[in-house]
């Protein structure tokens, strides 16, 4: 039995590191995408008040 669970641990010790790893890189590209997603916004609510502007 506890061969199974010191099996079960390092698996687990395992994944729990590839998705820490994974975790970080998404969460860089996360910062990024939203640096980009608030310029997007930005963007887009200039684009709002100019079509305000020019609505019949």
């Given amino acids: ?3 199974g669970v010191t099996f079960n641990v ?3 010790a395992l994944a729990y590191a590839r998705a ?3 975790g970080t890189r998404a ?3 996360g ?3 939203s640096a980009f997603g ?3 916004s930005a963007f887009g609510t200039r684009a ?3 079509a305000g502007r ?3």
């Fill in 10 to 12: 390092a698996h687990y």
């Fill in 20 to 22: 820490s790893a994974f």
């Fill in 54 to 56: 020019y609505t019949l």
């Fill in 38 to 40: 608030t310029r997007a």
């Fill in 31 to 33: 910062t990024r995408a």
């Fill in 48 to 50: 709002s008040a100019l």
């Fill in 1 to 3: 039995m506890s061969k």
């Fill in 27 to 29: 969460s860089a590209f």
